[in-house]
Each structure stands twice: as C-alpha cells, then as structure tokens.
C-alpha cells in the first residue's frame, strides 16, 4: 500500500541534496571542529560556513545563530535567559502557544521565577493586539513576551513586526518560536524588534536534531547547557557537525524555492478547501483558513459522529498520515490544548484533523483523500 504523507507540519522527508551534502560529515570528514588539528580545522571551518550561510538568509549576524539540538532546546534557552538574564520578571504568552513554550513558562511561574498573563484571542484564533498592549502598559516588572510567529495546529500567523513594536514601545524582550515560519517565509531580523527566534532544521527538509536560536547582538545571555566552550562559549557539546551543514543546506534550497514552492503549496491548500467543503455539509475549517495563515497547513473540523470519531485511525489503516487534535487514550477522547483554548465546550463535539502539505504533495493525492473521507465519514 502507497502511503499519503500530510502531515509536513510534523516533520518534512530530507532532502537528497541536503543528504548529499551531509555525506561527507558522516564519513570521511569526522574530525571534531574543537580539535587543533587539520581534520577539526576543516569541520570547524564548515561549521562557520554553514553559520555566515544562514546568517546571511535570516539578515542577522553570524555572531547572532547559535545551533541547538532543535525549537525545544533553543525556546527552554531563550525564556531561562530572559528570566534569568535580562530581568523580566513577567512572561505574557498565549494558550495555544506549542508545550517548548507552555511547559517552560508554567515551569518558572510554578517556581515563582516570574508571573505568567495570557493575551486573549480572537474568535479566529489570533492574538488580540490591543490586550497585548494592555497587559504590556499594565505590567511594573520588566516583561517576555514569547508568542509563535505560526500556530503549529491551526496555521495562524502572528504580525510578528507589530508585537515587536509593542515590546519596543514598553521594552519588553521578545522571542517568537518561529518553527514552523522560517525555511517557509523569508526573514529580515534587522527590520524586526526581536531578541530570540527559534528553528529547527526538520520542518523545511532539513535533518532532525538540529535547530538554531537567534540571539540578538544587543543582549548578553549565559548558557543553558554548561560544559564545554562551544558555541563560542554559549552551548556546552560537540557540535552536531552533519546537522549544522544539513540544516544550512536545507535553508538555502529553501530560500531559493520560496517563490515557486508557497505558491503551489497555497494551491494545493485552497483546493483541498474547497474539495471538503463541496463533499462534506458541515465541514468547519480552524483557525484563519481564508486570512492570515501558513500556506502549509490547512486544520479541519468534521462533525463528531459514530463514524467520525475513530476517523484518525481509520485514515492511519487506509496508508494517509495526518494528525488530529484529538486523540485517543485509554477509550477517552482528549482534544489538544489549541482546540480547547478556542472553542472552550464546542471542543467537545468537534473531530480536528490537520494536513499539512510539501512541495512533493499533488492534486491527486488530495482527490484520493478526499475520496477515503466519502467513505469513512
């Protein structure tokens, strides 16, 4: 049975250039870059190589991208150094922010390291600005504000310039989890207010297990992983050598990709949209589906049915990979934290199913899909 991968959201497959690319780290080309030595001269040159590369994409300095193990290391090192750092003793944030975020920010309000708001949303799931400036003007501490420039879930985007201004305006420190934007969106850093970004290399056809954070060249923060001077003394390890070449390699395809691969992958999303819309009455679609929203993600609603509740299951069996937000445990059904914050008790009733598209998806396997649906729903 062929299998039907929508669910890009998630993780992307590499690319064969990247690979290539990768190749020679993981064979003849091992030495370790804080060696004296030819063969680690040689890794640590490819290293900065790899760094000045997207450095130059991103617009930021090569002394602004360290490289991480992926968002999660670099979101926990961003919010511990804004705490721990650089004074805030607030953290504003949303409900429907990815658990890097979530868990990291209940964690220093649990240990009273700083207090916690969340900004309101609007009925289509966006962040409502004017609450944001309300909770930012009422704060007496030094605050973070860590909002994702992409809903992970339901694709919403953030007007990641404005919030800037905002934390500009009442100097706040920013970091937006920018996982499922960059190798997506094309990125000016020096025209945004912004302290931390977070990226990881597998959500644009890069390797897993390799991300970056953006540190802005204006703050002075201290590492999260102690150990070693790598990183130029900012991440304790041995550098993840074929990662750090496969993420900037994957960066640079990317980018030169942009133009052609946002178009066909909006394509492909509004004629899925309109192909359920046409087949299934009742059929919702969450969050901004039709305004701001990533091109890569389209999160749906069937109505909650005998047929309809085990629907992620059924599409598992039939060879077509999607996720939901909902999932079975244990014979109870739980919905994602996204889907609870915007629809509080409707979540209930609702069978949320994301697709999230690559350039290597077609029509046809949305017709097929489609047509998978006709039967299960």
Do not use: W
Not at 87 to 116: D, N, P, R
Not at 294 to 300: G, H, M
């Amino acid at each position: 049975m062929s299998r039907i991968y929508f669910d890009n959201a998630a993780t992307t497959s590499l690319d064969p250039d990247v690979l290539a690319a990768m190749m020679p780290y993981l064979t003849e080309k091992f030495g370790n870059p804080s060696s004296i030595y030819s063969y680690g001269r040689e890794t640590k040159m490819a290293i900065e190589n790899a760094r000045k590369s997207v450095a130059k994409i991103l617009n930021a300095s090569p002394g602004e991208i360290f490289f991480t193990s992926g968002g999660t290391e670099s979101t926990n090192t961003a919010v511990t150094a804004a705490i721990r750092d650089l004074g805030c003793k607030h953290i504003i944030t949303s409900a429907i922010e990815h658990h890097a975020t979530l868990h990291t920010v209940e964690h220093m309000a649990h240990f009273g390291h700083a207090t916690l708001s969340y900004v309101n949303l609007t009925d289509k799931g966006h962040i409502d600005m004017k609450h944001l400036e309300e909770l930012l003007a009422g704060s007496k501490e030094r605050t973070l504000v860590t909002l994702m420039h992409a809903n992970n879930e339901i694709g919403n985007l953030l007007k990641i310039k404005a919030v800037g201004e905002l934390c500009e305006k009442y100097d706040a420190i920013f970091h937006s989890d920018t996982v499922q934007t960059i190798g997506h969106y094309p990125f000016d850093l020096k025209k945004i207010y912004i302290h931390f970004i977070s990226a990881a290399g597998h959500k644009f056809h890069g390797p897993k297990g390799i991300g970056i954070l953006y540190v802005n060249e204006n703050i002075r923060i201290k590492p999260y992983i102690n150990g070693g001077a790598q990183e130029r003394n900012m991440r304790a390890g041995t550098e993840n050598m074929y990662g750090i070449v496969g993420f900037a390699k994957a960066l640079e395809i990317a980018t030169l990709r942009y133009d052609e691969d946002s178009q066909y992958m909006k394509g492909l999303k509004m004629y899925m949209k309109e192909q359920l819309e046409e087949n299934f009455p009742g059929v919702t679609f969450n969050g901004d589906a039709n305004g701001s929203s990533l091109y890569t993600v389209l999160n749906v609603s069937f109505p909650m049915t005998e047929r309809s509740d085990m629907l992620l299951f059924n599409l598992d069996m039939a060879g077509i990979c999607v996720s939901g937000g909902s999932a079975c445990t244990s014979g109870a059904n739980s919905v994602s934290h996204v889907i609870k914050a915007l629809y509080n008790g409707e979540a209930a009733s609702m069978v949320p199913i994301r697709f999230s598209f690559s350039r290597h998806n077609t029509k046809e396997e949305v017709d097929t899909v489609v047509e998978k649906l006709k039967e299960l729903v």
